[in-house]
């Protein structure tokens, strides 16, 4: 009976080979390496996800619109459409900035002005911490380290859900 058909010899093949690979120590996966902007914002450093932005612009040309909402500093032409430009500095309840540099984000449908671009940031996944502020500033969840430097990550989507919640408000309605 030691004769084994071509099959046994491949069920028998398989399941060393499955039995094995518990065996073997995991592959490493590879983190997949996360971008920022660093910036600051008056002069406080922070930084912003590149994913949630489309781009960043020094000097963006923004022509000033009357308006109710302190934070709207006035319209921008991009990409050939007209957009909203607020301060980000009044957004995140500080003083007013006065920035040159603005983000666009990453649908496009807004500007938001800062101070200065610093440099941008490429770091692994265990560098992005979550706040431990207890949760007292809506836009900031997160933190970013890149060597001995920590930055508060500017959260765009609480931004503009924000900036829409103004929007619907019924005392910035004419």
């Known amino acids: 009976m030691n004769d084994l058909s071509e099959l046994d010899i491949r069920l028998f093949g398989m399941r060393n080979a499955f039995d094995a ?19 600051r914002i008056g002069d406080q450093p922070y930084a912003i996800r590149t994913t949630e932005i489309s781009g960043l612009y020094a000097g963006l040309a923004v022509t000033p619109v009357p308006t109710s909402v302190p934070a709207l500093i006035g319209i921008a032409g991009h990409s050939g459409e007209m957009l909203p430009v607020y301060d980000l500095a009044l957004l995140l309840g500080l003083s007013a900035s006065d920035g040159s540099w603005a983000v666009i984000d990453a649908g496009n449908s807004v500007g938001l002005l800062f101070s200065v671009f610093e440099d941008h940031w490429r770091i692994d996944t265990d560098e992005v911490m979550p706040t431990n502020d207890g949760g ?26 924000s900036i829409r919640e103004q929007a619907a408000s019924p005392r910035h309605k004419e």
Do not use: Y
Request: hydrophobic share 45%.
């Open 21 to 39: 690979s518990f065996a073997e120590p995991a592959a490493r996966v590879e983190a997949t390496p996360l971008d920022f902007v660093a910036l």
């Open 136 to 161: 007292h500033h809506k836009h900031i969840q997160q933190m970013a380290r890149r060597h001995e430097e920590l930055r508060p990550v500017v959260s765009i989507p609480s931004i503009l859900a």
